[in-house]
């Protein structure tokens, strides 16, 4: 069982930031740096979207478009988490976001991840 729990999502005004966290566990989860990272979103009536993905070292990162410049995924392997740092939040960043990991060396920006968390959610208000 592999368990990946998500914190740091709240209620936060538009030019505002959030860190988010994802902290993974479980009894069958191997080494944490094997595993490529990522966070995606899900805005009410959207399909379910990548929004930033890290390598197992933490060396390559991948940002949606839409989050360049603004949104920075970072990992700290000794303590198996990843984070997502959210500076100048936008009101269609409102959405619940979700941390995955993937055995994989690459980074992935599909849904093809191998394990997800329940999700936290993110409002942003004007």
């Known amino acids: 069982q592999v368990q990946l729990v998500e914190s740091g999502g709240g209620l936060v005004q538009a030019g505002g930031s959030l860190r988010l966290s994802c902290a993974a566990s479980?009894?069958?989860?191997?080494?944490?740096?094997?595993?490529?990272m990522g966070w995606f979103r899900q805005a009410p009536g959207k399909e379910r979207e990548f929004v930033a993905g890290?390598?197992?070292?933490?060396?390559?990162?991948y940002y949606a478009d839409s989050v360049k410049g603004r949104f920075t995924i970072s990992r700290d392997n000794a303590k198996n988490t990843v984070f997502l740092q959210m500076n100048g939040l936008k009101r269609e960043d409102t959405a619940v976001y979700y941390c995955?990991?993937?055995?994989?060396?690459?980074?992935?920006?599909?849904?093809?991840?191998?394990?997800w968390g329940q999700g936290t959610q993110v409002t942003v208000s004007s």
């Open positions: 995955a990991a993937k055995n994989s060396r690459m980074v992935v920006t599909t849904l093809k991840y191998d394990y």
């Open positions: 479980g009894r069958t989860f191997s080494t944490f740096s094997s595993y490529a």
């Open positions: 890290i390598n197992r070292s933490g060396g390559i990162t």
